[in-house]
Structures are given as C-alpha cells and as structure tokens.
C-alpha cells in the first residue's frame, strides 16, 4: 500500500490512460493525413486542368466567332481575310489565322498567298479537322523562328452537309506552359504537360531555348505510365515520389508529381510530437512533487505573507524583506523596485510616456500592435524553447466593399475583424501589419489546437456583414520545425498556404457579394431593377437576331442585367432626384460604368462581361465616357446594351420628364445612328426586336 501511495507509482498509474489515447491518436492522424494528401492532389489537378482548358477556350471561342455566318463572306476574299485579321488582333497568343478550301485555297490573316504547288491539305490541322465536328487542337511545333512552341487549333466549316474549307489559328501557349512550369504542388512537387506525341511541353525548369523533349528522356519509362489517373511510384533525378496524370482538351496530357517526402513529413512530425509529449508526461509527474514543495509552494506562501503587508497608501516606505537566492528572490527584488519607483515617479510624465510607447508600437484603427512590435518581439520568441506557430490572416472581399461602398466601410470591417481575432485569439500576440493583413504567433498549440482555434473565429466572421454583403477571413499558418527555422520562412510558408486558401474561395465569395450588391441596388432604387431586367431582356432579344450561340446569349443578357451596378457607390439623392442633376452630380453618375468595372473584373468569370459594362456609355462617334473609344472599337456586346439601355430610358417615365412613345423613341434611334448608337444594330433592334413588342 505504501508503494501505491507514492506520487512516482501514481504518475505512472496515470499516464498509461494517457499514452493509449496519444498511440490511437497517431495512428488514426497518419490515415486522415493520406487522406488529405489524395484529395489535395485532386484539387491540384482540378485547378491546373481550369487553367488550361480556359487558356484554349478563349482561342475555340474565337475561330467560332470567325467562322460565324462564314458561309456569307467566304467568297468576298478581302472581308473574310479582314475577319480574321481583326481575331487575331483580339488576342496576342494567336500568331495567325487561315482558310483553306478544299481546292487548297488559303485565306491567310497576314496575306500572305502560298505557292499553288504546296498543298496544305496533308497538314495534320487540316486532316484533323475534317474528322471531327468540333474544334480539334495539334501535337505541339516549334514556329519557323525555332523562339516559340505553337499549337495549331483548326474547325471545319460545313453548310448543308458540304464542307467550305478549315479554318485554323497558330497559337503561342508560353501563357500556359510558363504557368504550368512554375507550379509548385505542396512544396517541393511539379506539375507537367504532354502533348499527343509523348512530347514534353511545359515541365520544370524549361531551358530558355525553345524545345520539345520525348517523355522517355525525361524520365526512364515516362511514358509507359502515362496512360490513366492511377497512381506510380517513379523515380525522377534520383528523387522517389508518386506520379499521376489526367487527360485534358485536345489530347494533351496533364501530370503531377510529389516526392515522397511530402507524404512522409506529418506523420514524422507527429510521432515526434507524440514522443516529445509522452516524455514530457512522464518527467512532470516524476518530478512535480519535489518541485511543487521546495521551489514552489513554501516560497510562494511565504512571498504572499509579505505581499499583504504591503499597503501604499498608508505604508509607501515598506519594502519586502530580502531572502537568499532562491526562485523567487528577483521577484522581491523587482517588487521592491516598483515600489521605490512608485514612491517617486512622477504620474504625468509616466502616462505620456506610456503614450509615446502604445502610439510607436500599436494600429490606431484596431488597437492591435504594428509590424514593428512584429519584427520586434518575433525575433525574441524565434529565441525560446517550445512549439511556436505563426499564423497569417486575410480579409476577403475587402477590395470589393472598398469599390462598392468606400474606404470608410473597409475600416468598419477591418475594426470588426479585429475585434473577432482578439476575442479568438486573445491569449497570444496579434499584429496588423497591412491593410486587412493580420499575423498570430502562437505558442504551446498542437496543429490540431491552431485548427480549433481557426475554424472558430472563422465561424465567427460568418456571421459579419455589411448592408448584406457577407464577409469572411483567409487563414494561413506554419509551425516551427526545427532550430534553424526563421521567422521569415514561417511567414512565407503561411502566406503561401493562405493564399492557396483564399484562391479556393474567392470566385464564389465575390460572385454572392456581387449578388448582394445588386440586391442593394434594387433596394436604393426600385426603378433601377425594373429597368435592368427590361435592359436584359431587350439585349438577350438582340443577341438572338445576331445569331449569337446559346452561352453568348446569355453572358450579353448577364451583362444587360448588371449593366448599372456601379450605381451602388451613388447616393441615392442622386439617383431618385426629381430635377435636373447639377454639374457636380452629373460627375458622380458618369462614374459609374468604371466602378461597375472595378466590381465585376474581382470576379474572374465575370470580367469580359466588366469589359463590356465599362464601355456601354460609349458613343460610336467617339465621344462618349469613360474612354472615349469610337465604332468597333467598342465591344459589340457594349453597342448592344447601348441601344436597350437608351430605348428603355425613352420609354419610361423619369423624375425629370415624362416617357417618349414608342415612336418617338424610334425616331430618337434612329436619328442618332452613327453619332451615337450602330447603324446596323440599330436597324435590326427596330425591324426586328422591337416587332416583338407590338
């Protein structure tokens, strides 16, 4: 019984319970960490293959664009080699476009009229395309300059079952192949591009010569491999890891590759913190009891004695009596120095000093402490002994509220966020070191601990909104792994994984603010949302008798209906006065096709359609706002909603006159052709849609 009682048999009593849960932990942390590790790989993928297949999208969309109605202009040789001329202006990755009939004729985009004794019609564009109904896209060539990789996209025109010709564009992949090299998949992974023909197109560290290298001689049995999405061990420059690859557009081939030592780094970690935390366990209970009494609780007992004693308003002379060096002998020492210091400090000049000291070292917005206490203290605790955590936060959306609302309202959210970080966060030191950037170093936390602690102020800035528009955080971390860790690689390591984060959540966060901002809009005005939805529907009508596919359609009507967002940032004095709107006023409203572009362009899907709304106050003369651009020049889409957005304008009563007929409306169109609206949109818009609304 005498054993049983002693506190070292106790303690060890104790951590048996302990070391079971630490091994179950372990053991299930390892699985849920391969399980990560998979689908992290899969999100990699995914966001790599949305690269590529946008990049080769915008080049589809424009060979359809030209091949449109190709049937009508075919024969006029100038007016189709102008078509194509102007493609290739829209977009610096296409080198050049052409036509060639089956007769081979070519239309080339430049000009240029080839030899009749060289057929193009054995090219493999040419082949491609009259086998399939689709854009088709080549093996990847090196142009005759031997400074770019080209691949050439080519579609086949076909009207009642006989085929016109092919119509194909040379286009410069360095966007994507550059994009694609650069990729870093975790830390120390690649991604890779193949082509049809096992050739190498984008891998890392591409030598400034242009050149297309056989997947074999990048890698003993490359190729053998690269034939679905299951998993291969490979080594690569001597460096083991796993290998996946996916089919994407046009037969080329899209891989990733991670070491090994990716997968193997948190597990490792966590035995070591298993193991460091089991010792630790087992030391502390084996010695708290001889600490706890001879350097602890007798000196504490006797130091509380002495404190009581102390009483400043009757007793200031009374210091505590010195003991020999023990633990807590500096403490009386320091104690008594405060209490010298007390008797003859003089209170005014210690407040403007304490001023000085919070003003150098603190944000006068949040209260929080600056980058210069960071760069201070971050250097102090590097120093300690412990587990230490630094932790990157981000405001999402700021910029958006900026544009929509004004910086004033950045500050509202930015003082909010900080009031949820500190109350999250509170027991650590938090900094503001940029606009809407916040850093945490946290001590003594696990990584599951960090989790915690993030998701909850997470949930927390949830439920933060301002005029409807819901706000959230990005978050970031890295922990100390050994020694020789700095602070700077633990803040370039979170700011990295931050912004993979915030990247993962921007488009559908800004696609609801946006949403949001409408709604808001609506409510200001309620004239303004009856007017978008007619605007839309005058443009999705006008697109319609244009021939526009079923997705383009769309995207104009889209446009139409947030044609006006940027009037959120207007006040709604503005917008609802009953008189004639003064110079300054008039100022503030031609703003809004910029501010419009300045929301919209955040949103990555949305910013042809931000394009589109900046211009559609322009005037085909070319005096219209903001920029002052003149006929084709401006978009067709914008030209579009031009002639919608006046015709319903016309038609509706407003606070400083009374509706138009529809013939006075008309007559208005028409007068204006050419000065400010398309002549030829026009004429459709009034022979053809407006019949609609008779």
């Not at 048999?9 to 699985?31: D, E, Q, T, W």
């Not at 050049?96 to 493999?124: A, C, I, K, Q």
Request: net charge negative.
């Amino acid at each position: 019984m005498r054993k049983i009682n002693s506190p070292y048999v106790v303690g060890v009593l104790i951590l048996i319970p302990f070391i079971l849960a630490f091994a179950f932990f372990h053991i299930y942390s390892v699985r849920l960490l391969k399980s990560n590790q998979d689908d992290m790989i899969g999100l990699e993928h995914d966001r790599l293959e949305t690269e590529i297949n946008h990049f080769f999208h915008d080049q589809s969309t424009l060979l359809d664009f030209v091949a449109m109605n190709a049937e009508t202009v075919i024969d006029d040789r100038v007016a189709f080699v102008e078509r194509m001329a102007y493609a290739v202006s829209l977009d610096e990755t296409i080198m050049s476009m052409y036509f060639l009939t089956p007769e081979n004729v070519m239309y080339h985009s430049s000009g240029y009229e080839p030899s009749p004794d060289r057929d193009f019609r054995e090219r493999e564009w040419y082949q491609e395309a009259l086998l399939h109904d689709h854009v088709i896209f080549t093996s990847a060539f090196i142009n005759d300059s031997n400074d770019r990789v080209i691949v050439s996209v080519a579609r086949k025109i076909e009207v009642d079952g006989v085929i016109l010709g092919v119509l194909s564009a040379d286009v410069d992949i360095r966007t994507i192949t550059s994009f694609i090299s650069t990729q870093r998949i975790v830390k120390n992974g690649f991604a890779f591009l193949i082509d049809s023909q096992n050739r190498m197109v984008a891998y890392p560290e591409m030598p400034d010569e242009v050149e297309l290298i056989a997947a074999h001689d990048y890698a003993q049995d490359f190729e053998d491999i690269l034939i679905d999405d299951t998993f291969y061990d490979i080594e690569i420059e001597g460096t083991e890891g796993v290998i996946t690859t996916r089919d994407v557009i046009g037969g080329y081939r899209l891989g990733i590759f991670i070491p090994k030592t990716e997968f193997r780094f948190e597990t490792t970690l966590l035995f070591y913190l298993f193991s460091i935390i089991t010792l630790g366990l087992i030391s502390f209970w084996m010695t708290i009891s001889y600490i706890y009494y001879r350097s602890i609780a007798q000196p504490i007992q006797h130091l509380s004695k002495d404190i009581g004693k102390i009483d400043l308003n009757t007793s200031p002379e009374y210091r505590l009596p010195e003991t020999e060096k023990t633990l807590f002998s500096t403490i009386r020492s320091r104690i008594n120095e405060v209490l010298h210091t007390n008797q003859t400090y003089v209170s005014v000049n210690r407040e403007q000093l304490k001023r000085l000291e919070y003003l150098a070292t603190h944000d006068q917005l949040t209260g929080l402490k600056n980058r210069m206490s960071f760069e201070d203290e971050s250097k102090i605790l590097m120093k300690s002994d412990g587990n230490l955590a630094l932790m990157m936060v981000d405001i999402n959306g700021l910029k958006l509220i900026n544009d929509s609302f004004g910086h004033q309202a950045g500050d509202t959210i930015i003082v909010e966020a900080a009031k949820i970080i500190k109350n999250t966060f509170k027991a650590f030191n938090i900094y503001r070191v940029g606009g809407d950037e916040f850093i945490i170093l946290i001590i003594g936390k696990t990584h599951k601990e960090v989790e915690m602690l993030k998701d909850r102020a997470s949930e927390s800035m949830h439920a933060l909104h301002y005029k409807n528009v819901a706000v959230s955080l990005s978050f970031g971390y890295d922990h100390r792994e050994s020694e020789d860790d700095t602070i700077e690689k633990l803040q370039r390591n979170a700011e990295n994984y931050m912004y993979r984060q915030k990247m993962m959540s921007r488009a559908s966060v800004r696609m609801s603010s946006i949403d949001t901002i409408m709604r808001t809009l609506y409510e200001k005005s309620r004239r303004e949302e009856a007017h978008s939805f007619r605007v839309a529907g005058y443009c999705k009508d006008l697109a319609k008798e244009l021939k526009f596919n079923e997705d383009r359609i769309n995207e104009v009507r889209t446009a139409g209906l947030v044609h006006d967002i940027g009037k959120i940032a207007i006040e709604g004095s503005i917008l609802n006065k009953p008189g004639k709107l003064t110079d300054n006023e008039w100022l503030s409203i031609k703003r809004h096709p910029e501010i419009g572009y300045n929301i919209l362009s955040t949103v990555a899907e949305l910013k042809q359609i931000a394009l589109w709304v900046l211009s559609h106050h322009e005037r085909y003369d070319g005096s219209g706002y903001p920029r002052g651009i003149a006929g084709k020049s401006i978009p067709l889409e914008s030209r579009i909603i031009a002639i919608a957005d006046a015709y319903d304008a016309m038609t509706k009563d407003r606070t400083y006159r009374p509706a138009l007929s529809k013939n006075e409306a008309i007559a208005e169109l028409i007068r204006n052709k050419g000065s400010q609206f398309d002549p030829k949109l026009v004429d459709l818009f009034v022979g053809r849609v407006l019949m609609r609304y008779v």
